[in-house]
Nanobody
Framework: QVQLVESGGGLVQLGGSLRLSCAVS????????LSWYRQAPGKERELVAT???????AYADSVKGRFTISRDNGKNTVYLQMNSLKPEDTAVYYC??????????????WGQGTQVTVSS
């Protein structure tokens, strides 16, 4: 069974840092694209960052320069390093894995989410 388990969320002050982790099992990790999404109350889920199976990265404009996504294929884990946090970063953060190509949306997987709260 495929499982994605996020951890590392918490409460932090404006300007602080957190590192989120997502441990993945049940799939061939190195072949999947990994993404972090977030969802605030009353808002739609938004894509924050992606790292492809080849290691290419992309970021939402709102987090570019502050967040870094990385992956460790030996540990089957994807990370999101979040620096210079702002209150608008407050959300539940979700890990997503997809195989790319035609199966990108049909065969993706989600974690349970981890709460990040940034106070001012």
């Amino acid at each position: 069974q495929v499982q994605l388990v996020e951890s590392g969320g918490g409460l932090v002050q404006l300007g602080g840092s957190l590192r989120l982790s997502c441990a993945v099992s049940g799939l061939t990790f190195r072949l999947y694209n990994l993404s972090w999404y977030r969802q605030a109350p009353g808002k739609e889920r938004e894509l924050v960052a992606t790292i492809t199976s080849a290691g290419a990265t992309a970021y939402a404009d709102s987090v570019k320069g502050r967040f870094t996504i990385s992956r460790d294929n030996g540990k089957n884990t994807v990370y999101l390093q979040m620096n210079s946090l702002k209150p608008e970063d407050t959300a539940v953060y979700y890990c997503n894995a997809d195989p790319g190509g035609p199966g990108r949306f049909e065969y993706d997987y989600w974690g349970q989410g981890t709460q990040v709260t940034v106070s001012s």
